[in-house]
């Protein structure tokens, strides 16, 4: 193991356990978080529909994927999957609040995403499940996942706006 191994599994386990976090807060209330219920409404609120399935999808792509990109399992699946979701994040949430943080701004779920498509193009580190279980992943299908995580976001940033549209009325 060298340093660039180190500092990938620095980055798999804060990152990893940072997404987890955040879906616990979503799935099980955790640390004030607002519980599947609450979660629910936001989604409801945000205009995802059915509200329901998004909730569940997101919190458990932040829980789950977060605690397997921590532990490095399926690493540049989980990584697109989780850039994915940050997409989703900026785009819904934190677009319209400019830059910094303490403005609900993109600043932060920017760099949970940076950290996730870091991760996802490097590959894990030798500290992982998949460098134990000698799981590779090409480098060029790694960036394609990358790429894929990005268009999935960007793909479920319309489906809200699917059913919101009305048509014109005559006079």
Do not use: C
Request: proline share 5%; charged share 10%.
């Amino acid at each position: 193991m060298d340093t660039l191994d180190l500092a990938l599994f620095i980055l798999q386990v804060a990152v990893g356990l940072t997404f987890a976090a955040h879906g616990a807060q979503k799935l099980f209330g955790w640390w004030e978080g607002p519980g599947i219920a609450g979660w629910e409404g936001a989604m409801h609120h945000m205009g995802f529909r059915p509200p329901r399935v998004f909730a569940w999808i997101s919190a458990m792509v932040e829980f789950a994927g977060g605690l397997m990109l921590a532990i490095g399992l399926l690493s540049p699946f989980v990584a697109a999957a989780l850039v994915a979701q940050a997409v989703v994040i900026i785009g819904r949430a934190h677009w319209t609040n400019g830059f910094f943080n303490q403005r609900s701004g993109i600043e932060y779920p920017l760099l949970l995403g940076a950290g996730a498509a870091a991760l996802g193009l490097a590959g894990p580190s030798a500290l992982s499940i998949d460098a134990a279980l000698g799981f590779v992943v090409d480098p060029t299908m790694r960036a394609a996942l990358v790429i894929a995580g990005i268009v999935a976001g960007l793909v479920v940033l319309t489906i809200p706006r699917l059913g919101t549209h009305t048509r014109p009325t005559s006079a």
